[in-house]
């Protein structure tokens, strides 16, 4: 089932960010990935370990946000994509005015760390939130026959149980419409600031460990399993994203 693998996908951005005057200097930071999280082993709700050998994404415009409302459910499955690194916590002031932007089209290597996703232009503010959005890999910007084409995410790995070792891949797609609004980011930019901002992938929820992005998937079941390569795919039948 694609459901189980969407809503349970935990992302954390990482990043160095902060109260806006009108008058505020822009500061231009770089955007890069932090691959440290990703490439740990996740232990899921069944039993399961599971490493990750490629992980990447199709994303858009990547915002930072000042002020909003609290968003308490945001931390729940699918709304835990973003997390500020060692300050995530339910409630956050989140969902504001957008005041620094990485606009444009993303593709996001969750393995590979230090690659550089761009420059975001800010505003000198104490920041609260981040927003960004989803889309759908297009075929010119990626080899031809890659599996990312036509899909938001694109995973390899391998699932381990009992003294079993079974890799997978799994595609994954989201609504192109679809825009994550509020995520907590609590950090301050000044002028002069030169920090860079760091995207990253938690596989485990760094509130609760038990909780993970692959939790009540049974990979020894998948279609493909008693292959010896199972898979997860989306159901184009469905009209369902999630």
């Given at each position: 089932?694609?459901?189980?693998?969407?809503k349970n996908?935990?992302?954390?951005?990482?990043?160095?960010t902060?109260?806006a005057s009108?008058e505020?200097?822009?500061?231009s930071?770089?955007v890069?990935?932090?691959?440290?999280?990703?490439?740990?082993?996740?232990r899921t709700?069944?039993?399961?370990?599971?490493?990750?050998?490629?992980a990447r994404a199709?994303l858009?415009?990547?915002?930072f946000?000042v002020?909003?409302?609290?968003?308490?459910?945001?931390l729940?499955r699918l709304g835990?994509?973003?997390?500020p690194?060692a300050q995530?916590h339910?409630?956050?002031p989140?969902?504001?005015e957008?005041v620094g932007?990485?606009?444009?089209?993303l593709l996001?290597d969750?393995l590979?760390?230090?690659a550089a996703?761009?420059?975001a232009?800010?505003?000198?503010?104490?920041y609260?939130?981040a927003n960004?959005?989803?889309?759908?890999?297009g075929?010119?910007?990626?080899?031809?026959?890659?599996p990312?084409?036509?899909?938001t995410?694109?995973?390899?790995?391998?699932?381990?149980?009992?003294g079993?070792k079974?890799?997978f891949s799994?595609v994954?797609?989201?609504?192109p419409?679809a825009f994550l609004?509020?995520?907590?980011?609590d950090?301050?930019?000044?002028?002069?600031?030169?920090?860079t901002?760091?995207?990253?992938l938690?596989?485990?929820?760094?509130?609760?460990?038990?909780?993970?992005?692959?939790?009540?998937?049974?990979?020894?079941?998948?279609?493909?399993a008693?292959?010896?390569?199972?898979?997860?795919?989306?159901?184009?039948?469905?009209t369902?994203?999630?």
């Amino acid at each position: 089932m694609l459901r189980s693998p969407v809503k349970n996908l935990v992302l954390a951005l990482a990043l160095a960010t902060g109260c806006a005057s009108e008058e505020a200097p822009r500061v231009s930071l770089p955007v890069a990935i932090d691959a440290s999280a990703a490439s740990r082993p996740a232990r899921t709700d069944l039993g399961y370990t599971v490493t990750l050998t490629r992980a990447r994404a199709a994303l858009r415009d990547l915002q930072f946000t000042v002020g909003g409302e609290a968003h308490t459910a945001l931390l729940d499955r699918l709304g835990r994509w973003l997390l500020p690194a060692a300050q995530a916590h339910p409630g956050h002031p989140a969902g504001g005015e957008v005041v620094g932007e990485l606009p444009g089209p993303l593709l996001v290597d969750w393995l590979k760390s230090g690659a550089a996703m761009g420059t975001a232009v800010m505003v000198a503010a104490r920041y609260q939130g981040a927003n960004f959005g989803f889309r759908l890999a297009g075929g010119a910007e990626l080899p031809a026959g890659d599996p990312l084409i036509g899909h938001t995410f694109a995973f390899e790995g391998t699932a381990s149980k009992d003294g079993r070792k079974l890799p997978f891949s799994a595609v994954v797609d989201v609504d192109p419409a679809a825009f994550l609004i509020g995520a907590p980011f609590d950090h301050e930019v000044k002028a002069g600031s030169a920090e860079t901002l760091m995207l990253r992938l938690l596989p485990s929820d760094p509130t609760d460990g038990a909780d993970t992005i692959w939790n009540q998937i049974d990979f020894f079941t998948l279609p493909g399993a008693d292959s010896g390569w199972a898979t997860i795919a989306p159901r184009r039948e469905s009209t369902t994203w999630w």
